[in-house]
């Protein structure tokens, strides 16, 4: 599998009146073709800026201070906003958390899938409409012929989102962001979502980048997964060396805090404390001041991401050869176990 887009050295900031907000820091990461990356992360460690960022949907006081997005080997980063309007749609695609917020509520949505396709391809509007309908029966809307001219507020929510993934897809884009799509859905539509991205994955070769807080769901579609804080990417490796040989003690805050676990033990974990205001980032690592595992050093400097495998990397002080041996939490290890 080839890269299809490369993030190296990005760092995203917004210039507010209060100071400059350093949203995304010096990330690093991969995409291949035909792949699942999920980022995962406490809401607002800039997941969603990265990829709105990616697509320069961002509002004007955002910039990037440094680094670059390539894709399929060109630098989108430097693009205009007129070549990024030929690139929208066409090569990258983005899926966002509402379909409300998204979708139109006035124009049926036929129409808006239809104008979708128009927008890149130069087919008459009878091949439009058909295309239209092979999508919404892609993503598994039923009867689209009948449903071809009704607005948004017929579906429910998860007919919605479907019908938003068939707009992204309309150009057939060589990359997906899929922004928590399934977090306004109940658990039955939910895991139907999820099969339905497999199977267009499956079916088209698209590679996604998907982007959620919930670690049930990353495990049921990730091939990869990349742990995120504070703007930064601390861990990131094969979704079975997060979920079964996670090294970063937030990666273990994370697993610790979910509520299946709690069902098994009895007790709900949690992360003593809030991550930190961006305004004027902490020196050292981020999370130190809610790592109980802190050594004196993560106060001081930042730790450089140390590899663990060919396609594990962690940025924890804990994996310096100077540092003390630290056992994971209990619930880690049966996680191996299981």
């Given at each position: 599998?080839?890269?299809?887009?490369?993030?190296?050295?990005?760092?995203?900031?917004?210039?507010?009146?209060?100071?400059?907000?350093?949203?995304?820091?010096?990330?690093n990461f991969s995409l291949n073709e035909g792949e699942i990356l999920a980022i995962v992360g406490e809401s607002g460690c800039g997941k969603t800026v990265l990829c709105k960022s990616l697509?320069?949907?961002?509002?004007?006081?955002?910039?990037?201070?440094?680094?670059?997005?390539?894709?399929?080997?060109?630098?989108?980063?430097?693009?205009?906003?007129?070549?990024?309007?030929?690139?929208?749609?066409?090569?990258?695609?983005?899926?966002?958390?509402?379909?409300?917020?998204?979708?139109?509520?006035?124009?049926?949505?036929?129409?808006?899938?239809?104008?979708?396709?128009?927008?890149?391809?130069?087919?008459?509007?009878?091949?439009?409409?058909?295309?239209?309908?092979?999508?919404?029966?892609?993503?598994?809307?039923?009867?689209?012929?009948?449903?071809?001219?009704?607005?948004?507020?017929?579906?429910?929510?998860?007919?919605?989102?479907?019908?938003?993934?068939?707009?992204?897809?309309?150009?057939?884009?060589?990359?997906?962001?899929?922004?928590?799509?399934?977090?306004?859905?109940?658990?039955?539509?939910?895991?139907?979502?999820?099969?339905?991205?497999?199977?267009?994955?499956?079916?088209?070769?698209?590679?996604?980048?998907?982007?959620?807080?919930?670690?049930?769901?990353?495990?049921?579609?990730?091939?990869?997964?990349?742990?995120?804080?504070?703007?930064?990417?601390?861990?990131?490796?094969?979704?079975?060396?997060?979920?079964?040989?996670?090294?970063?003690?937030?990666?273990?805050?994370?697993?610790?805090?979910?509520?299946?676990?709690?069902?098994?033990?009895?007790?709900?974990?949690?992360?003593?404390?809030?991550?930190?205001?961006?305004?004027?980032?902490?020196?050292?690592?981020?999370?130190?001041?809610?790592?109980?595992?802190?050594?004196?050093?993560?106060?001081?400097?930042?730790?450089?991401?140390?590899?663990?495998?060919?396609?594990?990397?962690?940025?924890?002080?804990?994996?310096?050869?100077?540092?003390?041996?630290?056992?994971?939490?209990?619930?880690?290890?049966?996680?191996?176990?299981?």
């Amino acid at each position: 599998m080839g890269t299809i887009l490369e993030v190296k050295n990005y760092s995203l900031s917004f210039d507010t009146p209060e100071g400059e907000i350093e949203a995304v820091r010096d990330v690093n990461f991969s995409l291949n073709e035909g792949e699942i990356l999920a980022i995962v992360g406490e809401s607002g460690c800039g997941k969603t800026v990265l990829c709105k960022s990616l697509l320069k949907l961002l509002p004007r006081n955002a910039r990037v201070k440094s680094g670059k997005a390539e894709l399929c080997g060109e630098n989108i980063t430097a693009f205009s906003e007129r070549r990024m309007r030929q690139l929208r749609g066409k090569q990258i695609s983005m899926v966002f958390q509402d379909p409300l917020t998204t979708l139109n509520p006035t124009i049926p949505i036929g129409k808006q899938i239809t104008e979708s396709i128009r927008q890149h391809q130069k087919i008459s509007h009878n091949k439009a409409k058909a295309h239209a309908l092979e999508l919404l029966e892609l993503v598994g809307i039923d009867h689209a012929a009948d449903r071809f001219n009704l607005q948004p507020h017929f579906f429910s929510g998860g007919m919605r989102q479907r019908c938003v993934l068939a707009i992204a897809l309309a150009s057939h884009p060589k990359v997906l962001l899929a922004d928590e799509p399934t977090t306004a859905l109940d658990v039955t539509v939910q895991a139907k979502m999820l099969d339905l991205l497999l199977s267009i994955r499956k079916r088209t070769g698209i590679a996604i980048l998907f982007v959620s807080h919930d670690l049930g769901v990353v495990a049921r579609i990730a091939d990869r997964v990349a742990v995120m804080y504070a703007g930064k990417i601390v861990e990131i490796g094969t979704a079975n060396e997060i979920f079964y040989d996670s090294r970063h003690p937030y990666t273990w805050g994370l697993l610790g805090a979910q509520p299946a676990l709690a069902m098994k033990t009895g007790e709900l974990h949690s992360i003593p404390g809030m991550p930190p205001v961006l305004l004027n980032p902490p020196p050292g690592d981020t999370f130190a001041v809610r790592n109980k595992y802190a050594l004196a050093i993560d106060y001081e400097e930042a730790p450089p991401m140390f590899q663990i495998s060919p396609t594990h990397f962690a940025a924890t002080w804990l994996l310096d050869p100077r540092a003390p041996h630290i056992d994971p939490p209990i619930f880690t290890k049966r996680r191996r176990e299981e």
